[in-house]
């Protein structure tokens, strides 16, 4: 029999409910889920876990640093990285600095639109 793989994501949130509830989410789904509450915090988790981290969710709305500091910090880090952005803002993948991102979610989210996109993300789909 063989084992399912594991996959493993990088949650950087800074709202504790919207963080909380896509963790418990992701979770539920066999996913294991490494929360982070700013920037600087995210980035440090994914320096430490880089073998291991297989997707990024990334909340636009930093308040430590601009989002767009950040996945240019993680793209030259792991340039094959997937990373998935979600905002409450009127942010378009067509601008340049989120091109390339595995998607975009729109607050609020819903669960099956996160783990489409996460799925999708992984090849998992």
Same mark, same amino acid.
């Given at each position: ?20 509830? =896509? ?5 539920? #789904?066999? #996913? ?38 950040? =996945?240019?910090? =993680? ?25 390339? =991102? ?24």
């Amino acid at each position: 029999m063989t084992q399912k793989p594991t996959w493993t994501i990088l949650l950087i949130d800074p709202q504790p409910m919207s963080r909380n509830t =896509l963790k418990s989410q992701l979770e539920y #789904y066999q #996913y294991i889920v490494l929360p982070t509450v700013d920037a600087r915090s995210g980035l440090q988790t994914f320096q430490q876990n880089q073998r291991t981290v297989d997707l990024v969710i990334l909340d636009l709305k930093l308040k430590d640093e601009p989002a767009t500091k950040v =996945l240019e910090i =993680l793209r030259k880090l792991s340039p094959e990285l997937k990373i998935i952005a979600i905002t409450d803002q009127s942010v378009t993948e067509n601008q340049p600095a989120f091109a390339g =991102l595995a998607g975009l979610l729109r607050k609020p989210i819903r669960t099956d639109r996160l783990l489409a996109l996460v799925s999708k993300a992984l090849g998992r789909i």
